[in-house]
T-cell receptor
Framework: DQQVKQNSPSLSVQEGRISILNCDYT??????FLWYKKYPAEGPTFLIS?????DKNEDGRFTVFLNKSAKHLSLHIVPSQPGDSAVYFC????????????FGKGTRLHILP | GAVVSQHPSRVICKSGTSVKIECRSL??????MFWYRQFPKQSLMLMAT?????????EQGVEKDKFLINHASLTLSTLTVTSAHPEDSSFYIC??????????????FGAGTRLSVL
């Protein structure tokens, strides 16, 4: 059973436009959500996170939105830059229980020139 | 940010041999380290959680005797793939939680090890 779902395996966006990556989850116990970025042959790097008590968190060009009722979160990147081309993993955890993070399958983002 | 070093980055070995992968936290103490495996176009699958000085906790379906994990210090965890077979070929990634960091849920990842078993 996949608890964290990223239904779009890939996404292409024009440079300068907004990239929106979506993520759905099934476990209502999740209370902390993270986005990681991964380049080929490298480990993931932490991008941004959001606690379930918030519905939005912003860090520079990156904003994460959380809709708890829909069990949905999204990552917005604006404006998109060539260096943003990578695989983005959505992840979720239950804080104060253990440190486990459950990852989605990832979405490959292509930024087009 | 916190740096996690993983070595080697790539290893090719013959079937039946054992391979050791090291994961080090360079500028922080990691009470908990994690080992993941990633197949092509698949998610990161957690294999085990490693706590310093205690036995690793393995996820369901992961063979303990096959994937030996040792977390001897607060800065080093090792994964040994014993008697490797071609189906063990994969990308293995370690991560570490920062002790007292901005959130223990945030894990910092190594660069990964590409294992190819011939």
């Amino acid at each position: 059973d996949q608890q964290v779902k990223q239904n779009s395996p890939s996404l292409s966006v024009q440079e300068g436009r907004i990239s929106i990556l979506n993520c759905d989850y099934t476990n209502s116990m999740f209370d902390y959500f993270l986005w990681y970025k991964k380049y080929p042959a490298e480990g993931p790097t932490f991008l941004i996170s959001i606690s379930s008590i918030k519905d939005k968190n912003e860090d520079g060009r990156f904003t994460v939105f959380l809709n708890k009722s829909a069990k949905h979160l999204s990552l917005h990147i604006v404006p998109s830059q060539p260096g943003d081309s990578a695989v983005y993993f959505c992840a979720a955890s239950v804080r104060n229980r253990d440190d486990k993070i459950i990852f989605g399958k990832g979405t490959r983002l292509h930024i087009l020139p | 940010g916190a740096v996690v070093s993983q070595h080697p980055s790539r290893v090719i070995c013959k079937s039946g041999t054992s391979v050791k992968i090291e994961c080090r936290s360079l500028d922080f103490q990691a009470t908990t380290m994690f080992w993941y495996r990633q197949f092509p176009k698949q998610s990161l699958m957690l294999m085990a959680t490693s706590n310093e000085g205690s036995k690793a906790t393995y996820e369901q379906g992961v063979e303990k005797d096959k994937f030996l994990i040792n977390h001897a210090s607060l800065t080093l965890s090792t994964l040994t793939v014993t008697s490797a077979h071609p189906e063990d070929s994969s990308f293995y990634i370690c991560s570490a939680s920062v002790l007292g960091g901005r959130g223990k849920d945030i894990q910092y990842f190594g660069a990964g090890t590409r294992l190819s078993v011939l």
